[in-house]
């Protein structure tokens, strides 16, 4: 298979991905079109209907030409056949992905934490603070604790991957 293959299996990929969150925005459309809310909050009709077509519009298009998106993404001149990867590199891959998902949701999970300890903590504006709760302090260690994981998961893919294949044999 050529590189403008595997970028087309991930581009239909990607349009499943596309259309789900506008399937979300479309199950919000007839409560916004019969109350203008959403859970009682006001809701633009506009902008929740182009929310709710302009992604299916996307992912139906994506969905149907994948391999001409792929070819304007991959260049003819560097679309030559892949060789296969051996299962130990694969893994390096997967497994250092796996860790940049992660780090992805413990950042913006790290940057709330970050700003409900902002906004808890006394300052010059405000006569108190709110404090943070057990829960919330627990939270905080979570969120730590998911940051060195990523990382750790991201620097060392290759021993773990080793550590794998050999537990695996």
Same mark, same amino acid.
């Given at each position: +298979?050529?590189?403008?293959?595997?970028? @087309?299996?991930?581009?239909? /990929?990607?349009?499943?991905?596309?259309? =789900?969150? @506008? #399937?979300?925005?479309?199950?919000?459309? $007839?409560?916004?079109l019969?109350?203008g809310?959403?859970?009682?909050?006001?809701?633009?009709?506009? #902008? +929740?209907? =182009? !929310?709710a077509?302009?992604? &299916?519009?996307i @992912?139906t298009a994506l969905w149907?030409?994948p391999g001409?998106t792929?070819n304007f993404? %991959?260049? *003819?001149?560097?679309?030559?056949?892949?060789? $296969?990867?051996? $299962? /130990?590199?694969f !893994?390096?891959?997967?497994?250092?992905?796996?860790?940049?998902?992660?780090?992805? #949701?413990?950042?913006?999970?790290?940057?709330?934490?970050?700003t409900v #300890?902002n906004?808890?903590?006394p300052?010059?504006?405000a !006569?108190?603070?709110?404090?943070i709760?057990?829960? !919330?302090? @627990?939270a905080? =260690?979570a &969120?730590?604790?998911?940051i %060195? +994981?990523?990382? &750790?998961l =991201?620097? *060392?893919? *290759? &021993?773990?991957?080793?550590l794998?294949f050999?537990v695996?044999?």
């Open positions: +298979m050529k590189a403008s293959h595997y970028i @087309a299996i991930g581009v239909r /990929l990607f349009s499943v991905f596309i259309f =789900i969150v @506008a #399937f979300r925005r479309i199950l919000l459309l $007839p409560e916004v019969i109350y809310t959403i859970d009682g909050i006001g809701a633009s009709i506009s #902008f +929740m209907i =182009i !929310s077509i302009v992604p &299916t519009i @992912a149907l030409f001409k792929a993404i %991959v260049r *003819k001149e560097i679309d030559n056949d892949i060789t $296969p990867i051996n $299962p /130990l590199e !893994s390096i891959v997967i497994v250092a992905g796996l860790g940049l998902y992660l780090l992805y #949701f413990s950042i913006s999970d790290s940057i709330y934490w970050l #300890f906004v808890s903590e300052n010059s504006y !006569s108190n603070g709110s404090g709760g057990g829960q !919330s302090k @627990a905080i =260690i &969120t730590s604790l998911e %060195v +994981m990523s990382l &750790t =991201i620097l *060392k893919s *290759k &021993t773990i991957s080793r794998i050999k695996a044999k």
